[in-house]
């Protein structure tokens, strides 16, 4: 169960960074309402898994190694650090998110594809996955509660979409700066939680 729970926060700490994905999201459901902004959703879950099967397999291989867990222990901490500062100033400055742009009418199979795409193009998708997904996820596979993991982080990647799409369509006005505030100050509290653990993990192994 705490490796359910464990992946379903790792998820939540990559899919509330407001970034490309979750704009998509909120565009579709202003527009056209929240099943199709869930089926966007969706898409971007797969989309994640992509990359968390691409980090699986490339742990697999390398995490026997020492000196590429001592790099991924460096890296992970200082880029989750990172993200923590980067969601803390969007807590005292935050930005104000673009939903007028047309997003255009999709069907559900185009929303699905079209979100797979956003999640496997986005830039913060790619950086959080080759630190901070390839720390948490190397771990979990040596521990050998990789398949309990995954469960928990796709389960997290679909109840987030779900609650921002059909939370998006009911109020359809959450653009403004509260809401900004809210989900980032909730994210830089995860990437703080998992650089706490990243970081006292690699120090138990490499600092004795």
């Known amino acids: 169960m705490e490796s359910v729970w464990t992946g ?56 026997a190694w020492r000196p590429f867990r001592f790099c991924l222990w460096v890296f992970g901490s200082v880029t989750l650090l990172w993200m923590a500062w980067r969601m803390i100033h969007a807590v005292l400055h935050p930005k104000a998110l673009d939903l007028s742009e047309p997003a255009g009418r999709l069907g559900y ?3 699905l594809l079209t979100g797979i795409g956003l999640a496997v193009a986005s830039p913060t998708s790619i950086l959080w996955f080759a630190a901070v997904g390839g720390s948490v996820i190397a771990s979990s596979a040596r521990q050998g509660k ?63």
């Open 8 to 63: 379903f926060m790792l998820s939540l700490s990559l899919c509330l960074d407001l970034g490309i994905v979750n704009v998509a999201i909120l565009r579709t459901a202003l527009q056209q309402g929240g099943h199709v902004a869930f089926a966007l959703g969706v898409g971007s879950a797969v989309g994640d898994m992509v990359y968390f099967t691409m980090a699986v397999l490339g742990a697999a291989t390398l995490a």
């Open 109 to 111: 199979r185009t929303a």
């Open 146 to 208: 990789l398949v309990a993991f995954a469960g928990g982080f796709g389960l997290g990647g679909v109840m987030f979409s779900t609650t921002l799409a059909y939370g998006a369509a009911a109020l359809r006005r959450v653009g403004g700066t509260v809401f900004v505030r809210t989900i980032s100050f909730a994210s830089a509290i995860l990437f703080l939680y998992f650089a706490v653990r990243v970081f006292l993990a690699g120090l138990k192994e490499f600092v004795r």
